[in-house]
Structures are given as C-alpha cells and as structure tokens.
C-alpha cells in the first residue's frame, strides 16, 4: 500500500484536494488501495465502493438535513467522484465508475 498525493498520483493511494460546493474552504480525502487491485473490473469496485465510502464522509451526504443541504452533498458528491476517478487514471476504475452509475 502506498499514500501518494491525488494530484500526483498514477494509480497508487491518494489524497484529493476539492473545493466542495457548499464550502469555499478546500478538504482532503484521504483512502489507501493497492494499485494492483485495478488491475480486475472486481478489484476496481471494491476501490470504487471505498472511494464512494470516503467521499460520502467527506461531502456529509448521509448527514445532510435540509432539502438544500441535500442537494449541495449530493453535488459535491458527484463532482468529486468524477474528478477522484479521472485522476486515478485507471480504465478498470472508469468502468466500474460508470457501471455504478448507470452510465455503461
């Protein structure tokens, strides 16, 4: 397992800096994978499913009460996994990214 930087990572473990939606202060999320497990579509949906863990935390989706606090996690959840995806670089990753999606 390694922790590398998001913003320089390849497909190693990462932190990534955004800015959420609801916040103009940026935060971190952090998580540890082993690269070698995007090497499978079924190693790529576990690191999905805790990258999804992490960002949910992270964008206070499973805590937001209001209708518009709803909806500013629901954003900063969204666009936040797109970016985490794309800049992990990986196709495995991407697929199982658009599989839970619905976007396949």
Do not use: W
Request: hydrophobic fraction near 45%; charge should be neutral; include cysteine.
């Amino acid at each position: 397992m390694k922790f590398v930087p998001f913003a320089t990572a390849l497909a190693a473990a990462s932190t990534l800096m955004v800015a959420p939606i609801a916040s103009a202060e940026d935060f971190a999320i952090e998580f540890k994978y082993d690269a070698e497990a995007l090497q499978t579509y079924e190693g790529a949906v576990e690191v999905h499913r805790q990258m999804k863990n992490a960002v949910k935390d992270a964008c206070g989706l499973d805590t937001a009460r209001t209708a518009r606090e709803q909806s500013q996690a629901t954003s900063c959840y969204r666009d936040t996994m797109d970016r985490a995806v794309s800049k992990v670089g990986s196709k495995t990753l991407v697929k199982a990214h658009a599989n839970a999606d619905g976007r396949a």
